[in-house]
Structures are given as C-alpha cells and as structure tokens.
C-alpha cells in the first residue's frame, strides 16, 4: 500500500472521483526512474496525456521521457525540446487554430514551458499506490467536484479563481503553469487528451502542486461542513402531484 494512501482516502471523501488521483513527479536526472518502484515504461512511443491516463484508469505508475514522448506541443512545454523558430512564429497553430500568422505567434509565444533542459523524465502514478514524494497532484472530474476543489482552494484567502488556458496540450500545461506559479491549476481537456488520453466530454483537470494540498483539504472540510457538497444535495420536498393524486382519490371514495 502507498504512503500516500491517507491523501488519497481524504480526497476520495469529499470528492468521490471516477478515477484515481494522479502523483506526478518531475525528475531532473533520467537515472532517477530507476529508483521508483514498480515503475512501467512505454514499448512505444506515447503521449504524456497517456501516461496520466494509465494512472488514473488502470493504477499504474509510468515514466516517460524525451524519447518516449510523441506530443510535439507537450515536450515543449515541459522543457524536453527547445522551442524552434517556426513555432514561435505560430506555424504549428496557423490554419489549425487561427486564421492568421499573427494570432497563432501570440498564442505560441504565450504557451507555460518549463526552461529547457530542467526536467529529465516525467513520473505518473495512481496516488494510493506510489511510494515517491510528488510535486503534483491531477485529479480528473466533472464540474461539480472540481468546483469543489476551487472552493477549498479559496477557503483560506477568498478571492476569485481564474482558469487560463489556449486550448491544446492541456496536461503539459497543467504542470508547466503549476510549476511556475506554484499554484492550483484547472484546465478543459484538449482534443490530444479526449481522442488519445480517453478524457470525457465532462471531464475538467486539476493540477495541485503539493505544497497546495493541506490547504486545499482544510478547504474541503471547512465548506463540506457548511454544506458545500459532493455529490451535490438536493432539495427533498414534498411531491405535490401525489397530493393531488391523494385528494382526488378521495373525493372518488365518497361518490
């Protein structure tokens, strides 16, 4: 059983996910894969938004790196590659999301990257079973649990949450805006992650950097004891049709 099994049962009491919690673990050194346990590698290439989902379907713990990676957005944003001329100049967003150079050169130069070089390999695992110390924690929900991770967020500090995102490469943006901020992320699934990494129409994506996560969970607690819940109660009154039903059957009883 994980050390991080405690983390995972108190999430899964306010939140009741569908699928696991992920712990992601950025490695520096690509020697350092061989330190986790029951680690699996890739036999082919494959996205970094598949990794997280052999994690959260399936419980296994899986490391990727530069050569086992295929998301050419991703190994940007995580640092893997540098990021060439043309892209930067939006050629890989051009007629594919914008319609002019102009606009796909802002969205490529606003893209989260990690510096070039920083991170190695890349580490997923189902949170109850890793025996690593991550650096985040993606949980994959529907609205209504992810609001509920706002609003533990929120407890401490109040304020407004904001969600940033351009719409592709969703899960490496997830960890580069999470590492560089040092703060709670959510994102909507991309087209990569729907059609390769098997995300839902309903799903959103939340990225907590650890330090984050004690607050987030005294958040959780505090506002589920004031009545902010999941899944969402509902009003239980009284049905009027079958008092109506009740009243017209006896009024025919006494005819």
């Given at each position: 059983?994980?050390k991080?099994k405690?983390l995972?049962?108190?999430?899964?009491?306010?939140?009741?996910l569908?699928?696991?919690?992920?712990?992601?673990k950025?490695?520096?050194?690509?020697?350092?894969?061989?330190?986790?346990?029951?680690l699996?590698?890739p036999?082919?290439k494959i996205?970094?938004?598949?990794?997280?989902?052999?994690?959260?379907?399936?419980?296994?713990?899986?490391?990727?790196?530069?050569e086992?990676?295929?998301?050419?957005?991703?190994?940007?944003a995580?640092?893997?590659?540098?990021?060439y001329?043309?892209?930067?100049e939006?050629?890989?967003?051009?007629?594919?999301?914008?319609?002019?150079?102009e606009?796909?050169?802002?969205?490529s130069?606003?893209?989260?990257?990690l510096?070039?070089?920083?991170?190695?390999?890349i580490?997923?695992?189902?949170l109850?079973?890793?025996?690593?110390?991550?650096?985040?924690?993606?949980i994959?929900?529907?609205?209504a649990?992810i609001?509920?991770?706002i609003?533990?967020?929120?407890?401490?500090?109040?304020?407004?949450?904001?969600?940033?995102?351009?719409?592709d490469?969703?899960?490496?943006?997830?960890?580069?805006?999470a590492?560089?901020?040092?703060?709670?992320?959510?994102?909507i699934?991309?087209?990569?992650?729907?059609?390769?990494?098997?995300?839902?129409?309903?799903?959103?994506?939340?990225?907590?950097?650890?330090?984050?996560?004690?607050?987030?969970?005294?958040?959780?607690?505090?506002?589920?004891?004031?009545g902010?819940?999941?899944?969402?109660?509902?009003?239980?009154?009284?049905?009027?049709?079958?008092?109506?039903?009740?009243e017209?059957?006896?009024e025919?009883?006494?005819?």
């Open positions: 059983m994980g991080w405690d995972d049962d108190k999430l899964n009491r306010y939140l009741r569908a699928t696991f919690p992920i712990a992601v950025l490695l520096e050194e690509e020697e350092e894969l061989q330190k986790i346990n029951w699996k590698r036999e082919k996205a970094l938004c598949q990794i997280f989902s052999y994690s959260r379907y399936y419980g296994w713990t899986i490391g990727l790196t530069q086992d990676n295929v998301c050419p957005l991703a190994e940007i995580v640092g893997f590659v540098e990021p001329e043309s892209f930067l939006g050629q890989f967003f051009v007629g594919r999301y914008h319609k002019t150079p606009g796909a050169q802002k969205t130069k606003m893209i989260s990257r510096p070039y070089g920083k991170i190695k390999a580490v997923s695992g189902a109850h079973r890793v025996d690593f110390d991550p650096d985040f924690i993606i994959y929900g529907n609205s649990q609001l509920r991770i609003q533990g967020a929120l407890w401490n500090e109040g304020g407004r949450f904001t969600i940033s995102t351009f719409g490469a969703v899960c490496a943006d997830t960890i580069s805006n590492f560089l901020t040092g703060k709670l992320q959510i994102a699934p991309c087209l990569g992650d729907r059609r390769f990494g098997l995300a839902k129409d309903s799903d959103l994506v939340a990225s907590i950097p650890l330090e984050m996560i004690d607050s987030i969970l005294e958040g959780l607690e505090g506002t589920h004891k004031a902010s819940r999941y899944p969402t109660p509902f009003e239980i009154s009284t049905p009027e049709f079958f008092l109506k039903m009740s017209y059957l006896e025919a009883k006494r005819m």
